[in-house]
């Protein structure tokens, strides 16, 4: 081989060494604590929940891989706090991002709003209408903030449950007049646990959505996860999550 194509050998190696180099560059590993909440996170769920599945497809379109901590929600989000390998917790409500967390960009939505019986439906348009019942709530959960702050202040009575089939089975047993959910959980759960089995006729998710939520990632606040969130928003424009999520729950009727 000559001098020039020893020098074009050269050349074209340098330029596969910077392409490998600046793909390696750009891959990376991200850990997110999450809780089991069907059918969007859950270790034992195919591709584990609609949700982190959504998250990971569009993770994959710049090179992140996703691996996923499940824990109890309220330790959830303090090992977030605490294990700097851990760049933050989803799927969050914005009302969940605590102290300390910012809120990525928005990775889907989901309406929350209230369970009832099918035969003493509940009449709202406010929420301050709903302080003439009691609500069924999960201990662990901070709701939006129109209802929340209600429900802090006493001015609507609730009821906690340690998760939302306990708060749902609250419902069935007539201890409350309604359950404040994500719609899409409230089906799942009517739909596939054993205990609630043969009550999916006995209830509905009332009419009047309190909110269609937004689910981000709590990122832990630093300059890395800064920058983390503006490579998620890439990711985000290269999926439709919406479609993902509404696929996956489709697959499961």
Not at 86 to 97: D, I, K, L, N, T
Not at 230 to 241: P, R, S, W
Request: no cysteine; aromatic share 10%; charged share 20%.
């Amino acid at each position: 081989m000559g001098m020039k194509g020893k020098e074009a050998a050269l050349a074209v190696s340098m330029a596969a060494a910077l392409v490998s180099g600046a793909a390696a560059a750009q891959a990376e590993t991200w850990t997110i604590t999450s809780l089991d909440w069907q059918p969007f996170s859950g270790a034992d769920m195919d591709r584990d929940g609609a949700g982190i599945h959504a998250l990971r497809e569009a993770l994959a379109t710049v090179g992140v891989t996703l691996e996923v901590d499940y824990l109890p929600w309220r330790r959830a989000k303090a090992v977030a706090a605490s294990d700097d390998s851990v760049v933050g917790y989803y799927p969050s409500w914005p009302s969940e991002v605590d102290d300390g967390f910012f809120a990525s960009p928005v990775v889907f939505t989901s309406p929350v709003g209230f369970g009832e019986r099918v035969d003493a439906p509940i009449s709202w348009s406010d929420a301050a209408d709903l302080t003439g019942y009691r609500v069924g709530v999960v201990g662990a959960y901070v709701y939006p903030e129109a209802f929340q702050d209600l429900a802090d202040s006493g001015a609507i009575a609730t009821s906690e449950a340690v998760d939302d089939a306990t708060a749902l089975r609250m419902l069935i047993g007539g201890r409350v007049d309604a359950v404040a959910v994500d719609r899409y959980v409230m089906d799942y759960q009517l739909n596939t646990s054993a205990d609630l089995s043969g009550e999916a006729g006995n209830i509905q998710f009332n009419d009047t959505i309190l909110i269609d939520y937004d689910l981000v990632i709590a990122f832990a606040e630093s300059g890395e996860n800064r920058e983390r969130a503006a490579l998620l928003e890439e990711a985000l424009g290269n999926v439709d999550t919406q479609q993902i999520i509404a696929d996956y729950i489709a697959d499961l009727r």
